[in-house]
């Protein structure tokens, strides 16, 4: 590492005011910032108040998400030659032929959207920003398999450009930027994000559990084991909940993520699930609730959507009345509208837009307690 150290300090006056290419000073700004701790703090934006900087924090993100993307992989795999009547495929094939179909995705995710926010960067002459670390990784994990290349490179424009950067960037946005790209597909393509003909490669098809449970009801889902492990038809990184659980493990370890958030998204959505229960009057609502939080993309938008610093509520009472309340909305609309089998984006889109004006009546009502406490002394 000295010897990279010296090599950018040896071409780092190139890119300072006077350089050659002292235009691309927020290329290899992002550059070294990536590779060395910054010997700078934040002026503006999301702040850090933590021995690590932003982009060690995204980081250890995209770390978390990594059990989801190598089981993802596999189970692409796993899911086509299933599907094609292999069942016998071996590990090694499996992940070879997931890995073939996802890494495309990543790199036109990666590559888009960091092109923009070095072009962004440069135009508006400021350093390059981290979130798109963390967004590049998930957008590709809550896409089906089968999204043309295109359209991913689209949703990361509009995500990117209109979620984002024109909010001010990194820490201003107001919805989560992997969840607006997919918003943005859901809506402008949804032949390509619904359906059988969307969760497996190569044209091979089938339903996913929750598209089984609008028909046949519980008989037609998997079990709850291969539901918790994630053998079952999905978008990439979304169908295991051991390895979202991994993930949040980690992020909790590091204390990157609100538990309190996690908590009570859990507890939300298995309230719903058990009174939805009582009253089973369609083959939705019959599917247990425990079960009900192992399908679809509800252990994942628990664990890296809905725990979004930046878009989720920040006082600690705030975020418990905003992940109680995504547990709820998500399994609502799965249950009341077919159309959206997937409720937990629409959820969580939803209690962003939300969370300022929780945040506030809690940050009142600390007020008015406060005030009665003066009144009564005096």
Known sequence: MKALRNLLDKVKPNFEK???????????DGIETFLF??????????????GIDLKRTMITVVFALIPCLLFGMWNVGYQYHLGSGIADASFIDNFIFGAIRVLPIIIVSYGVGLGIEFGFAIVKKHSVNEGYLVSGMLIPLILPVDIPLWMVAVATIFAVVIGKEVFGGTGMNILNVALAARAFLFFAYPTKMSGNDVWFADAVSGATPLAAAIEGGVAAIPSIADSFWGYIPGSIGETSA??????????LFTGVASWRIMVSVFVGGLVMGMIFNVFAVNPLMAVPAMHHIMLGGFMFGLVFMATDPVT????????????????????MIRVFNPAFPEGMMLAILFMNVMAPLIDHYVVQANINRRLKRISIKA
């Open 312 to 331: 989720a509520s920040q006082t600690n009472t705030g975020k418990y009345i905003y992940g109680f309340f995504i547990g709820i909305f998500a399994i």
């Open 37 to 50: 701790v910054p010997g700078h703090t934040t002026h503006s934006g999301t702040h850090i108040r933590d």
């Open 18 to 28: 006077g350089g050659k290419f002292e235009k691309l000073l927020p290329l290899f």
């Open 242 to 251: 051991a390895a979202c659980l991994i993930g949040a493990f980690i992020l």
